[in-house]
């Protein structure tokens, strides 16, 4: 059996030096923001190419602390991609904000810019594109329209360590640059754990207050704040792994490879663009008959995965918020998509082998 994931192979690599850092953690006496969490957050800046970042508890907090730093009018609106995994929308909802859905573009399935213009109105506050599958979208024109318009720019790079656009990491183009550390992520923790970067010291001042009941000075509140605090034995257990994201990237990139030259053209595959870095965190597939395509790889002893089943605009949870949006692409990809292996305990032998059997599905 080929699995799609097993966070145990994963990180079996890091086993021993996850045991001396947890070592030394326990030992330490400091297990709430202290010194592995300063230094992870000083080495992922460094790493992404900002001036600052501010480790918090979850991708989904990074996304709305993000929004509620910026001080944004209560309901003014946040343009968001109709096929984003729907934490993105929950952040807007949660920071008393309204979240604009904008279809994807069918090739890339990140944020049109083609379609900003019109979504633009004098309620709009910010954009949020999302960098889904670990393909950067188009920030520099997304950004140019912000800029037109007087919008703020947060980035949800979830899925998107490392990836680029003309050699700038994502996570850098907007004002906030939010990360989820989920352990499935190209850059994962063994648990929940997030960041935001950004290059606004005053920004990035307010983050840590927010994500700390709204204090700086222990007892002394400036803010209506969060419990959202990185936790200690995460950030020491991701400052093992960032040291090999690079490689992780690249190896996921040649099992891309490998996919993008043997799965043959019955299959819509993930589009190339020099300009752009891919980190492949999900490599999908789309096809009309997904369904059975799902089935007959699970058949064949290949398991895979859907990201997403269901568009957002007809989650049960956005009746009477979303669920007036017609969102034809989103929903031919939600229908069509399929997520192919392609985890860091994966070789090319194995993407060979789902190659193999998926070019003989038409056959059957």
């Keep these: 059996m080929i699995e799609y994931e097993n966070l145990g192979k994963s990180n079996a690599g890091f086993f021993k030096d996850y045991e001396s850092a947890f070592s030394k953690f326990i030992k330490s006496g400091w297990y709430v923001l202290g010194e592995n969490v300063l230094e992870f957050e000083n080495e992922f800046a460094k790493y992404c190419g900002s001036k600052y ?5 979850s991708g989904l907090d990074a996304l709305t602390l993000s929004l509620v730093s910026l001080d944004l009018k209560k309901g003014s609106e946040v343009i968001v991609p109709s096929n984003t995994y729907i934490a993105t929308i929950i952040s807007i909802i949660q920071a008393g904000l309204k979240p604009v859905l904008v279809e994807p573009d069918i090739r890339t399935y990140n944020l049109d810019p083609l379609k900003l213009d019109s979504a633009v109105n004098k309620n709009t506050s910010a954009i ?11 920030m520099i024109k997304i950004n140019e329209i912000a800029k037109e318009n007087n919008l703020f720019v947060i980035e949800d790079c979830a899925q998107a360590h490392g990836a ?28 929940e754990a997030g960041a935001v970067t950004t290059d606004n010291e005053e920004l990035a001042e307010k983050l840590r207050k927010l994500r700390n009941y709204g204090s700086k000075v222990k007892y002394h509140n400036d803010l ?4 959202s605090r ?7 257990l991701l400052r093992i792994k960032l040291k090999k994201l690079d490689k992780i990237n690249e190896h996921k990139r040649d099992l891309a490879k490998v996919y993008l030259n043997k799965i043959n053209d019955n299959f819509t595959k993930p589009v190339v663009d020099k300009d752009f870095f891919d980190v492949y965190h999900i ?14 790889l ?12 269901v568009s957002p605009n007809n989650q049960k949870a956005m009746n009477g918020i979303i669920d007036n949006y017609k969102c034809p692409i989103s929903e031919e990809i939600h229908s069509t998509t399929l997520s192919l292996p392609i985890s ?3 070789t090319k032998d194995d993407v060979k082998r789902v190659s193999e059997v998926l070019n003989k599905f038409e056959v059957m």
């Design 53 to 57: 970042c501010v480790g918090v508890a």
């Design 128 to 138: 949020m594109p999302v960098h889904l599958y670990g393909k950067s979208c188009d």
């Design 164 to 191: 680029m656009q003309k050699n700038k990491k994502v996570g850098t183009f907007g004002d906030l640059g939010a990360f989820s550390f989920y352990p499935t992520k190209n850059l994962g923790a063994l648990g």
């Design 224 to 227: 209506i704040g969060f419990n």
């Design 230 to 236: 990185l936790d200690e034995v995460q950030a020491a």
């Design 283 to 296: 490599f999908n597939v789309r096809h009309k008959k997904r369904d059975l395509l799902r089935q007959y």
């Design 298 to 309: 699970l058949d064949n002893e290949i398991k895979t995965e859907i990201h997403y089943p």
């Design 344 to 346: 860091l305990f994966h």
